[in-house]
Structures are given as C-alpha cells and as structure tokens.
Antibody
Framework: EVQLVESGGGLVQPGGSLRLSCVVS????????MTWVRQAPGNGLEWVAD????????YYVDSVKGRFTISRDYAKSSLYLQMNSLRAEDTAVYYC??????????WGQGTLVTVSS | QPVLTQSSSASASLGSSVKLTCTLS???????IAWHQQQPGKAPRFLMR???????NQASGVPDRFSGSSSGADRYLTISNLQSEDEADYYC?????????FGTGTKVTVL
C-alpha cells in the first residue's frame, strides 16, 4: 500500500521558517516526480512546487519563488519543503503527492501551517 | 499556461447521475487532465486520468460509477447512481512544462 505521511507543520510567526517532510512508503521513491500542493482555509487546491525524479529540475508557483525550496532524499524516501520568510497568506494545509504520468496520483493526509503573530 | 474552468456547484438526487465539466483554456484543448475528489475534512483522492480522446484510467479502488469523457476542450466526470458519500468537492488538474494547474473545484451536493 502506498503511503505518504507529511509532518513539520505548526504555528510560526510572519517572517519565520518551517521545514515540511513527506515520507513515502510502498512505492519506488526514485521512479517518479513529486509535488507539494496547498489549500488555504475554505479555498481550493493550489500547486506549490515540483521536483522531477532525479532532483535536477525544480519548479515553483510565482508566489513562493525565492522563499521555498523543494528537495528529496532517496535514502530516506523523503520529500521536503523548506519554507522561509513565511507570510500570513502561506497559511494552509500542505499536501505532498506522487506524480505518475504527469498527474498527482497519490496524496498524503496533509500538514497544517499557520502563519500568525 | 493552461487554465481550467469548473462550475462552482452541482446537485442531484440520491441514485441519479451528475455530470461535471472541466474546460481547458484556448490553445490547451489537447491536454490530459486528472479528476480528484475531496470529501469534507479529508485529503484529495485521485480518481482518474482523462485524455482528449475520452480514454480514461481509473485509480485502483474507484467505483465504476465514476466515468470520464471528453469533447473538444471539455473534460467530463460523470457520477452514476449517486451515493451520499459522493458529496464532496471535485477538482480537475493538468500540467505544463514547469507548472501544475488546478481548477477551482465543483461542490457536489446529494439531495
């Protein structure tokens, strides 16, 4: 069974940093690209960042460029999202997902990030 | 980049059918999309990958009541024999070289 488990969310002050983790099991981690998607309270899904299967290509939504960094650790079957200079508008549930054939085909349960003073 | 347009809501009676539409923006009518279901308070769940031809690949465990079809720039999700657990938000998704895009979602209410 494929499982994705996110962690690292919490309450942080504006301007602060958090590092989200996503551990993948039941799946060959090195075979596919990975994605972070977020959902602000009461809103729809928003793509945040992508990393390809070998980590050589990374893409971000404009609103997080220069502040967020996506990375992956093959030895730990883990995906990360380093979030710096956090803003109130970054408040959301963050989901990691495995991409197969271009689309998000497996989702984690999400981790809540709240940016507030 | 592509834009996906979805109506905000849809409703149908228990046991009936409902057809949701996701429309690709001009110049992107050939794109493949995915449909995802998000039940209240839960994470999204991948339902299927849908091609321009109307061919679709359902995720494992998704009931056959969920089917996909296409016409031009429109991609459809039809839910037959609507059940109470089908009450959820439904999102379409597509991608381009360096971006992913989600539609705004359709809230399905089972009457």
């Amino acid at each position: 069974e494929v499982q994705l488990v996110e962690s690292g969310g919490g309450l942080v002050q504006p301007g602060g940093s958090l590092r989200l983790s996503c551990v993948v099991s039941g799946f060959t981690f090195s075979t596919y690209g990975m994605t972070w998607v977020r959902q602000a309270p009461g809103n729809g899904l928003e793509w945040v960042a992508d990393i390809n299967l070998d980590g050589s290509e990374k893409y971000y939504v404009d609103s997080v460029k220069g502040r967020f960094t996506i990375s992956r650790d093959y030895a730990k079957s883990s995906l990360y999202l380093q979030m710096n200079s956090l803003r109130a508008e970054d408040t959301a549930v963050y989901y990691c997902a495995i991409r197969t054939n271009g689309v998000c085909s497996y989702w984690g349960q999400g981790t809540l990030v709240t940016v507030s003073s | 980049q592509p834009v996906l347009t979805q109506s905000s809501s849809a409703s149908a009676s228990l046991g009936s059918s409902v057809k949701l539409t996701c429309t690709l923006s001009s110049g992107h009518s050939s794109y493949i999309i995915a449909w995802h279901q998000q039940q209240p308070g839960k994470a999204p769940r991948f339902l299927m990958r849908l091609e321009r031809s109307g061919r679709y690949n359902q995720a494992s465990g998704v009931p056959d009541r969920f089917s996909g079809s296409s016409s031009g720039a429109d991609r459809y999700l039809t839910i037959s024999n609507l059940q109470s657990e089908d009450e959820a938000d439904y999102y379409c998704e597509t991608w381009d070289t360096n971006t992913h895009v989600f539609g705004t979602g359709t809230k399905v209410t089972v009457l």
